[in-house]
């Protein structure tokens, strides 16, 4: 089950949704974390009854190529949502923050300008146990609540365009 949010409220149940096809985008840059997140990701929907065809995981080298990847899926209409994840820890150098800026902002304009939502699953932290933490450890996964969010906002869809 997921995590709990920050402030201690449970996350609310996932609705009901069918005929739902999903991409999964991960970096393979600090692929130990972002293969937990795929795989927390992939365990809610198996336990959601998503057929293995349904959900479709694609690598990228890194947290900057994930825009690109998200854009080109979308492109094909194959899917109803597109999760990315990546994992970008802090360093001595302002990299750090141009990859931030580089992948909050590409995400952030393909949900502005696109039909089918893109959930943001980058971590962004200061070190390695700070991801480890939020991939499985004991902030719970990350990857599980992006795609329950992916469910969730299938679902809005769904009604907005009832």
């Not at 293995?52 to 194959?78: C, M, R, W």
């Not at 991939?135 to 599980?144: E, R, T």
């Amino acid at each position: 089950m997921s995590t709990s949010l920050s402030n201690g409220a449970p996350t609310s149940a996932l609705p009901k949704v069918e005929n739902m096809r999903v991409a999964i985008v991960a970096a393979e840059w600090n692929g130990h974390i972002t293969s937990a997140l795929t795989n927390g990701a992939l365990e809610v929907f198996k336990n959601q009854g998503f057929a293995p065809d349904d959900v479709k995981v694609y690598h990228v080298p890194g947290a900057v190529e994930l825009t690109f990847a998200a854009s080109q899926l979308i492109e094909t209409g194959n899917f109803d949502a597109v999760i990315v994840f990546g994992c970008v820890i802090r360093g001595g150098t302002p990299h750090f923050d141009y990859v931030c800026q580089s992948v909050t902002q590409g995400i952030t304009s393909l949900n502005a300008d696109c039909d089918i939502p893109v959930i943001f699953g980058v971590l962004t932290v200061d070190n390695e146990q700070d991801a480890l933490d939020r991939a499985g450890g004991v902030l719970g996964n990350k990857g599980s609540e992006a795609a329950e969010t992916a469910i969730k906002m299938f679902d809005f869809i769904c009604k907005v365009q009832e």
